[in-house]
């Protein structure tokens, strides 16, 4: 199983950006699927975002579509998440997953085998 490790995380103001890492070890980063979800204070996980191993197509919640991308590259075994205009409502930890080999069902979160422990984002108003 890949190991994840997440970075970037920290408080910023409304309005402003941040961008998390999340570093996977291992030789074999390219046939997973990653996903990024996040967990408000006392709220479920959510889906964030998610990028698909064999075309590379990404798909958003709602909620953070237009201002939030993730992008990967395979050969620093990294993928990214660069979150723009940020809202108070975005403040919550932020977990990247991997998926070995599918490419469907990216948003649920129960569909991933290895998990990052987590990076703390803190939006200000």
């Known amino acids: 199983q890949v190991q994840l490790a997440e970075s970037g995380g920290g408080l910023v103001q409304a309005g402003g950006s941040l961008r998390l890492s999340c570093a996977g070890s291992g030789r074999s980063f390219s046939s997973y699927s990653m996903g990024w979800f996040r967990q408000p204070p006392g709220k479920e996980r959510q889906f964030v975002a998610a990028i698909r191993r064999s075309t590379g197509t990404t798909s958003y919640a709602d909620s953070v579509k237009g201002r939030f991308t993730i992008a990967r590259d395979n050969a620093k075994n990294t993928v990214y998440l660069q979150m723009n205009s940020l809202e108070p409502e975005d403040t919550a930890v932020y977990y990247c997953?991997?998926?070995?080999?599918?490419?469907?069902?990216?948003?649920?979160?129960?569909?991933?085998?290895?998990w990052g422990r987590g990076t703390q984002v803190t939006v200000s108003s």
């Open positions: 997953a991997a998926r070995l080999l599918l490419d469907y069902g990216l948003a649920q979160a129960s569909n991933y085998n290895s």
